[in-house]
């Protein structure tokens, strides 16, 4: 069963940085993260939940929504089985609980939650003006 563990979520001050990791498990004997797509999303307060940022480093994918195109950046350490989400210019809008998912086809800004496989428990960002 894969499981997957997001971290670096806390407060920062609008203009800021941070940089959340997701450490993932459980992949089948010969395969690691980078093999399948990994979405990060975030809800934020009163929201649907929203995918901000996909990649898939197997076959180059690498997808941004409007919201995080130019401020966030999707990374994979194979090695260490992590994803990152570099997030640069943080607004009070990107207040949110952050999650870290993955699927078993192709990478898909587009993709909807209810099509996902794996759920990590979300690390919460709150950024302040």
């Known amino acids: 069963e894969v499981q997957l563990v997001e971290s670096g979520g806390g407060l920062v001050q609008a203009g800021g940085s941070l940089r959340l990791s997701c450490v993932a498990s459980?992949?089948?004997?010969?395969?690691?993260?980078?093999?399948?797509?990994v979405t990060w999303f975030r809800r934020a307060p009163g929201k649907e939940r929203e995918a901000v940022s996909c990649?898939?480093?197997?076959?180059?994918?690498?997808y941004n929504s409007r919201s995080a195109k130019g401020r966030f950046t999707i990374t994979t350490d194979n090695v260490k089985n992590t994803v990152y989400l570099q997030m640069n210019n943080l607004m009070p809008e990107d207040t949110a609980v952050y999650y870290c998912?993955?699927?078993?086809?192709?990478?898909?800004?587009?993709?909807?939650?209810?099509?996902?496989?794996?759920w990590g428990r979300g690390t919460q960002v709150t950024i302040f003006s």
């Open positions: 998912t993955v699927t078993l086809v192709q990478c898909d800004i587009a993709i909807i939650p209810g099509a996902v496989n794996y």
């Open positions: 459980g992949f089948p004997s010969g395969r690691t993260v980078g093999d399948y797509a």
């Open positions: 990649s898939r480093e197997v076959d180059g994918t690498t």
